[in-house]
């Protein structure tokens, strides 16, 4: 349990880096923490990261930026109102321009 924990708070602090109006994907995260086959503990990591107003869970999307996460999200559509918020357009739970507003978070060194 203690390394997983461990893993979820370094997801949290890439979580915490993205830019407003920018949005990254579960697997851009894991390659970042040098866990590229872990995209799917990326998605529990921002699953449980719910009632944690300081991780933006919801400016992480999949790989081709669909919000796969949005139904962990209060009310029908609070992640797509928040991404909009920021200046992120979302048609049909899909980011449009997903390119412009990837961020790509800086892969560790470790």
Same mark, same amino acid.
Do not use: C
């Given at each position: 349990?203690?390394?997983?924990? @461990? $893993?979820?708070?370094?997801?949290?602090?890439?979580? !915490?880096?993205? +830019?407003?109006?920018?949005?990254?994907?579960?697997?851009?995260?894991? %390659?970042? /923490?040098?866990?590229?086959?872990?995209? !799917?503990?990326?998605?529990?990591?921002?699953?449980?990261?719910?009632? !944690?107003?300081?991780?933006?869970?919801?400016r992480v999307v999949n790989r081709?930026? *669909? /919000?796969?996460? %949005?139904?962990? $999200?209060?009310?029908? @559509? /609070?992640m797509q109102q928040l991404l909009? @918020? #920021?200046? *992120? %357009?979302? *048609?049909? @739970?899909?980011?449009?321009?997903? #390119?412009?507003?990837?961020?790509? +978070?800086?892969?560790?060194?470790?």
């Amino acid at each position: 349990m203690k390394d997983e924990a @461990n $893993f979820f708070e370094r997801v949290y602090e890439i979580a !915490r880096q993205i +830019p407003e109006g920018k949005v990254t994907s579960y697997g851009a995260i894991a %390659k970042a /923490l040098g866990a590229a086959r872990s995209a !799917r503990m990326v998605g529990w990591a921002m699953n449980a990261s719910h009632g !944690r107003e300081d991780v933006p869970a919801h400016r992480v999307v999949n790989r081709i930026g *669909v /919000l796969s996460g %949005k139904h962990h $999200f209060e009310g029908t @559509n /609070l992640m797509q109102q928040l991404l909009e @918020n #920021e200046g *992120v %357009k979302v *048609v049909d @739970n899909q980011i449009v321009d997903f #390119e412009k507003h990837f961020w790509q +978070p800086e892969v560790s060194g470790q």
